[in-house]
């Protein structure tokens, strides 16, 4: 499996904030697995350059970890422990890893979160597990920008292992 083959949709250029939301999400969340798509899992692993252990094996296990947190474990307040992330575990611990059961945790996650979510007002508001009270709205603009830090890491590290560019 490794990457999955992905159609991105750009996102609408009007509609209401849910639909916008919902598609740069989506948007981002393709993004990650393009710059991913038909490498080996050898190049997965690569690291980025030493002494960094960033890799875009490493970057899918982050956002699985991200995806799980926000979505699952916080806005939904469901007790469940994360994936891969201890103390930068989820960009470390890549060597030894199965690619695509990450791959397939990624992308359960997403559907999770989409489901976790769905006919949720974006006004709707929780307790994070640190006591501070969010919005759902908060949670999307968060991810939306947590994706395209990490989409930028991800454009070097593709463009290192085989050259490839673009958006």
């Keep these: 499996m490794a990457s999955p083959e992905i159609n991105?949709?750009?996102?609408?250029?009007?509609?209401?904030?849910?639909?916008?939301?919902?598609?740069w999400l989506n948007f981002h969340r393709n993004?990650?697995?393009?710059?991913?798509?038909?490498?080996?899992?050898?190049?997965?692993?690569?690291?980025?350059?030493?002494?960094?252990?960033?890799?875009?094996?490493?970057?899918?296990?982050?956002?699985?970890?991200?995806e799980r947190y926000w979505f699952r474990r916080q806005f939904r307040a469901a007790s469940v422990s994360a994936l891969y992330?201890?103390?930068?575990?989820?960009?470390?611990?890549?060597?030894?890893?199965?690619?695509?059961?990450?791959?397939?945790a990624y992308l359960?996650?997403?559907?999770?979160?989409?489901?976790?979510?769905?006919?949720?007002?974006?006004?709707?508001?929780?307790?994070?597990?640190?006591?501070v009270t969010m919005g759902l709205r908060w949670v999307y603009l968060h991810m939306i920008e947590e994706y395209a830090r990490h989409n930028g890491h991800a454009d070097i590290l593709r463009e290192r292992i085989d050259g490839e560019t673009g958006v």
Excluded at 34 to 42: E, H, N, R
Excluded at 85 to 104: K, M, Q, R, T
Excluded at 110 to 128: C, I
Aim: glycine share 6%.
């Design 8 to 23: 991105r949709v750009v996102p609408p250029r009007y509609g209401d904030e849910r639909t916008q939301l919902d598609a």
């Design 31 to 66: 993004t990650l697995l393009i710059k991913c798509a038909g490498l080996s899992a050898q190049q997965l692993k690569m690291r980025a350059a030493a002494p960094s252990s960033l890799s875009l094996l490493g970057l899918v296990r982050h956002m699985a970890d991200s």
């Design 85 to 104: 992330w201890d103390d930068d575990g989820d960009f470390l611990a890549v060597d030894d890893a199965d690619v695509d059961a990450d791959f397939a």
């Design 108 to 131: 359960g996650e997403v559907e999770v979160a989409n489901t976790a979510t769905v006919d949720r007002s974006l006004d709707e508001t929780f307790t994070s597990t640190r006591g």
